[in-house]
C-alpha cells in the first residue's frame, strides 16, 4: 500500500498512521489510535513504579528482656509487613551488659523465626553483626 493511501485510510477511520520500523523494506507503518497507546505506555510506566515501592524494607527491633505482649504485638507488625509484601529486618540490639547473654538474644531470635515462618522466609539464620542481632525476611508469597 502506498504512503498517501495509507494515510487517506487512517484519515477516513479516525485513526493515526505510525511508523512502526523505518530501516525495513519498505517501511512498516501502522494504522492505530495513537492516544490509546500513549495513554497505555504511561499506564504500565506507572504500575512499574508502583511495584518497585513494593521492594522497600521494614525493621523490626527487639529488646532482650522484652515482655510476651510486647513481642506478639511487634509479631504481629511483622506478619502484616510481610502480608503487604515488604522486605522484613529483625533486629535485636544488646546494650550495656547485655552483651554477657548473647543466648538469651539468640533463642529470642530463634523464636522470631519459628512465629514468621508460615508467613514469610528467612534469607539467612540469625548472625551476631558488632552489637546487634540481624535476620532478613522475605515475604512468603502464597
Given amino acids: 500500500m502506498t504512503f498517501q493511501r495509507a494515510l487517506?485510510?487512517?484519515k477516513q477511520s479516525g485513526l493515526d498512521l505510525v511508523l512502526v520500523a523505518d530501516n525495513a523494506t519498505p517501511?512498516?507503518?501502522r494504522?492505530?489510535?495513537?492516544?490509546?497507546?500513549?495513554?497505555?505506555q504511561r499506564k504500565k510506566e506507572k504500575e512499574q513504579r508502583k511495584l518497585?515501592?513494593?521492594?522497600?524494607?521494614?525493621?523490626i527491633k527487639f529488646g532482650c528482656n522484652i515482655d510476651p505482649h510486647d513481642y506478639q504485638i511487634k509479631i504481629n507488625h511483622a506478619i502484616d509487613f510481610l502480608k503487604k509484601s515488604y522486605n522484613l529486618k529483625?533486629?535485636?540490639?544488646?546494650?550495656?551488659?547485655?552483651?554477657?547473654?548473647?543466648?538469651?538474644g539468640?533463642?529470642?531470635?530463634?523464636?522470631?523465626?519459628k512465629d514468621?515462618?508460615?508467613?514469610?522466609i528467612a534469607?539467612?539464620?540469625?548472625?551476631?553483626i558488632g552489637r546487634s542481632i540481624i535476620i532478613n525476611f522475605n515475604p512468603a508469597h502464597h
Avoid: W
Avoid at 33 to 40: A, D, Q
Avoid at 106 to 113: N, R, T, Y
Avoid at 116 to 120: A, P, R, V, W, Y
Avoid at 123 to 128: G, I, V
Fill in 8 to 10: 487517506d485510510v487512517a
Fill in 27 to 29: 517501511p512498516v507503518c
Fill in 31 to 40: 494504522i492505530i489510535n495513537y492516544g490509546k497507546v500513549i495513554y497505555e
Fill in 52 to 59: 518497585q515501592h513494593a521492594h522497600k524494607a521494614k525493621e
Fill in 90 to 104: 529483625a533486629s535485636m540490639m544488646f546494650k550495656g551488659r547485655e552483651m554477657a547473654h548473647k543466648e538469651l
Fill in 106 to 113: 539468640f533463642g529470642i531470635m530463634q523464636k522470631v523465626v
Fill in 116 to 120: 514468621l515462618e508460615g508467613h514469610g
Fill in 123 to 128: 534469607e539467612n539464620t540469625p548472625r551476631l
